[in-house]
């Protein structure tokens, strides 16, 4: 991250935290305490994942709706409205679009 932050840049604050929880809290609760640590311990992955991966993501995604020639997401709603989803071009553009959301969400999901 440019100035003036200094490290520790925001991924590593998360990925600190992350790992406390990990490794000092979960293994000290039970129940439902240990239930909503492991989910903190996912939201904070994912936005580790978001943090590294978002840039370069958004700016994909915006090719690629360049490429099907719509300005937005809106504009891609409104053409899969309309009927044309099974246009091998926009199909590609929506597999590419929902890998990068599980991507972020939870990697493992991609995994066969």
Same mark, same amino acid.
């Not at 200094?6 to 000290?28: G, H, K, M, N, Y």
């Not at 129940?31 to 904070?44: D, E, P, S």
């Not at 553009?93 to 890998?99: G, H, I, Q, S």
């Given at each position: 991250?440019?100035? *003036?932050?200094?490290? *520790? &840049?925001?991924?590593? #604050?998360?990925?600190?935290?992350?790992?406390?929880?990990?490794? &000092?809290?979960? *293994?000290?609760? +039970? $129940? !439902?305490? !240990?239930?909503?640590? !492991?989910v =903190?311990?996912?939201? #904070? $992955?994912?936005?580790? /994942?978001?943090?590294?991966?978002? *840039? =370069?993501q958004?700016? +994909?995604?915006?090719? /690629? #709706?360049?490429g099907? $020639?719509?300005?937005?997401?809106?504009? #891609?709603?409104?053409?899969?409205? +309309? $009927? /044309?989803? &099974?246009?091998?071009?926009?199909? =590609?553009?929506?597999?590419?679009? @929902?890998?990068?959301?599980? &991507? @972020?969400?939870?990697?493992?999901?991609?995994?066969?």
């Amino acid at each position: 991250m440019a100035a *003036p932050h200094d490290v *520790p &840049d925001a991924t590593q #604050l998360v990925a600190a935290v992350r790992q406390f929880l990990e490794a &000092d809290v979960l *293994p000290a609760v +039970e $129940g !439902r305490v !240990r239930f909503h640590t !492991r989910v =903190a311990i996912n939201v #904070l $992955g994912m936005v580790e /994942r978001e943090i590294e991966l978002g *840039p =370069a993501q958004a700016a +994909e995604h915006a090719e /690629r #709706l360049a490429g099907l $020639g719509v300005g937005g997401d809106a504009e #891609l709603a409104a053409r899969i409205r +309309e $009927g /044309r989803a &099974d246009d091998p071009e926009l199909l =590609a553009a929506l597999t590419a679009a @929902v890998r990068a959301k599980i &991507d @972020v969400a939870n990697p493992g999901y991609a995994t066969p």
